[in-house]
Structure formats: C-alpha cells, structure tokens
C-alpha cells in the first residue's frame, strides 16, 4: 500500500486566495482525520470522518475553513479566503475500526500564506 | 475529558545511554494510549500502542513503553539510544468506549542523542 497521500507538499499563497488540500487514505480504512501542526499550538484536529461523514468537526478554527469527504478514497480541507495565520502544516491520518488502532499519516502539506 | 501532558520540551541523552521520554494522561474510563514520532518535514509514525494486556508493550525499533494504571503514565523507553533516534514524540490518548475515534495528541518531545 501507497499509505495515506497528500498533495500538495507545498503550497505559496496569498492573502484572500483560496486554498485546496487534498487527501487519499489507505485502502479498507474507514476513518480520516485532518490535522494542523504549528510551533505555537502543536498538533490539533481539526475535524474526522466516519465512513465519508463528519463526526467531529469541533476543532475548525472558524467558517474559512471547511472539509469533505465525497467518497472512501478522497478528501479536501478548503479555507477560503486564506490568511497568513493559517499557515502551518497540514496532516491527513487515516485509520481503521476493525483490529487497528494506531492512525497512519500523510507527508503533510505545508502551507505558507504570504 | 481527554487529555494528555508530556511535562518535558526536550530530552537530551547520549549514544548508548538509556532513554525514557514521560507521558501522563487522563481519561474517565480505559485509555488506548500510543506514542509516534515524527522526522523532520515527515508525518507522524505509529511507533506502539496500548490496548490491553500486558503493561509492557514493545514497538519498532527497539522502543518499549510502561502502562502505569495508578500513576496514570504510559513513558518510553529505550536501552540504548541511537543517534538516528533523535526526532519528536508524541504521547497519546483515546478513550474507550467513547463511540468515537477522537485521538488527543500531546504536546512533543524533542529527543536529541549525542554521539
């Protein structure tokens, strides 16, 4: 298996753009979390899914940001319009409710708000 | 509620030296507890895990960690440290039980191994 990829690794964009991340889980996983990582705040979720729907989504900043999960192969966390506080990394994990435990990360996408 | 503390920013050892790295959590009922560790510019990876069972649970690379039900602690260990060791790591927490899936990750540890 691949493991869980994102794209892009990188992203440059101005202020008031709208950003696009996106997220393909591992195969037969039927959970997915979408994380943000930066020196100040850490690592904090942002929002998961169960089976393509929304669970808890408690941890968006705010109503620039949202997430979808069309099917059990894809998933996009949007912010529109972007600003320079949201640059930070950004982590999809993906996981498994039958045996497993453990979440499997992406690379990251690392998004740089100018 | 959930939570997780890793009361040390920073943990410095040398080659050969043993490791342990803290972890205390807090859940109402039964925790599963993890730790990850995360290279430069890479995700985190899943290094052991807790569920249940015996209270000594071993991971990759060599890594071990103590589940301590009364202190509330699940610390990693290593016999001896490698320099390819140094990363960040994360403790972590989920309840049991809970219907849900939701992870609390605590705040990182930087391991730096000196040769």
């Known amino acids: 298996d691949a493991g869980v990829i994102q794209s892009p690794r990188h992203e440059v964009t101005e202020m008031g753009q709208e950003v696009t991340l996106r997220c393909k889980p591992i195969s037969g996983h039927d959970y997915l979390f979408w994380y943000r990582q930066t020196m100040m705040r850490g690592l904090e979720l942002l929002i998961y899914f169960n089976n393509n729907v929304p669970i808890d989504d408690s941890g968006m900043p705010e109503d620039r940001f949202s997430a979808k999960m069309p099917n059990a192969s894809f998933s996009t966390l949007k912010i529109q319009p972007s600003e320079p506080r949201d640059s930070a990394v950004y982590f999809c994990?993906?996981?498994?409710?039958?045996?497993?435990?453990?979440?499997?990360f992406g690379p990251g996408t690392r998004l740089t708000v100018t | 509620a959930q939570s997780v503390a890793q009361p040390e920013d920073q943990v410095n050892v040398a080659e050969g030296n043993p490791l342990t790295v803290k972890c205390t959590y807090s859940?109402?009922?039964?925790?599963?507890l993890f730790w990850y560790v995360q290279y430069p510019n890479r995700g985190l990876q899943f290094l052991l895990k807790y569920i249940t069972g015996d209270n000594l649970v071993k991971g990759s690379y060599g890594f071990e960690a103590e589940f301590n039900k009364s202190q509330t602690s699940f610390h990693l260990k290593k016999p001896s440290a490698l320099v390819s060791d140094s990363a960040l790591y994360f403790c972590a927490v989920r309840e049991v039980g809970t219907g849900g899936f939701k992870t609390i990750f605590g705040a990182g540890t930087r391991l730096f191994v000196k040769a």
């Open positions: 859940v109402s009922g039964n925790p599963y």
């Open positions: 994990a993906s996981s498994s409710s039958t045996g497993e435990y453990e979440q499997y």
